[in-house]
């Protein structure tokens, strides 16, 4: 075993391992079922899924999703953030905001869709800021939990080496708080966005908002046409995989940008 720990495989080859074994389990699961209309083979989605790019409607549903997922995830982001640096600062607000981000973790998604659906159609709001206000509610809590938790791990001899040097609030900020809260906020960042595309895509589908994944995602169950039901699944998981890795790399490049100062 230890040998084996040694080998340095690239890791686009482990993505391809794992790429073809997760393949060669969905071929055996579908060949073991033995009816494409509840468990279709992988090129039957592959299929449908070239089809869907070469549609019209299929960039305008990714686009209509996409501006939900990103702006709800942003304006979550930037509350739970807020959220966290205030109960950091005030044990009282701490404790006022602390009951609402459990029960916001707690509460299953489905039960605030339906909830957040109900008082949008009895006060004449728009149909389609459910799923925004869903994924703003969902990302808020993980963004509050994280952010909270590195704010408390702050090195305080950090800060008195800070006041002994005289550092401006800009020094601090860029050289002592924000290098300790990065992978904090990282996590963060990557597990709202994935939490966000999740959150959102199960409003659209049981709002049945009109020109989107989620609107998709429910006519092709309804019609039980399970290459387009996989083709659209695939599509968000990819969705979701393209934006953590954008996150990602934008980290890693500002933290390049800095090490080059």
Request: contains cysteine; hydrophobic residues 55%.
């Amino acid at each position: 075993m230890s040998f084996l720990k040694r080998i340095r495989i690239p890791k686009p080859i482990l993505w391809m391992i794992a790429a073809g074994f997760w393949t060669a389990v969905w071929y055996l699961a579908a060949f073991r079922m033995g009816n494409e209309l509840f468990l279709p083979y992988p090129h039957t989605v592959l299929a449908s899924f070239w089809k869907l790019l070469q549609e019209g409607d299929f960039w305008r549903a990714v686009w209509q999703s996409m501006q939900t997922v990103l702006k709800g995830a942003l304006i979550g982001c930037v509350l739970g953030g807020a959220f966290a640096v205030f109960a950091s600062l005030s044990r009282i607000f701490c404790a006022i905001i602390s009951p609402l981000v459990t029960v916001l973790r707690a509460t299953p998604v489905a039960s605030f869709i339906i909830l957040v659906y109900v008082i949008v159609r009895v006060n004449g709001f728009a149909i389609d800021t459910v799923a925004l206000l869903i994924v703003i509610i969902m990302v808020i809590p993980i963004l509050y939990s994280n952010l909270y938790s590195g704010i408390s791990s702050f090195n305080q001899g950090l800060d008195e080496v800070a006041r002994v040097y005289s550092f401006s609030f800009r020094k601090k900020i860029v050289f002592l708080w924000f290098p300790q809260l990065k992978p904090f906020l990282i996590s963060g960042v990557i597990n709202a966005i994935g939490f966000a595309w999740k959150a959102g895509v199960a409003a659209e589908v049981i709002c049945n908002l009109e020109n989107t994944i989620g609107q998709n995602l429910a006519e092709s169950k309804s019609n039980l046409e399970m290459d387009r039901l996989f083709a659209w699944t695939v599509t968000v998981v990819l969705l979701s995989v393209f934006f953590e890795c954008l996150i990602k790399r934008a980290f890693q490049k500002k933290r390049k940008g800095r090490a080059v100062l």
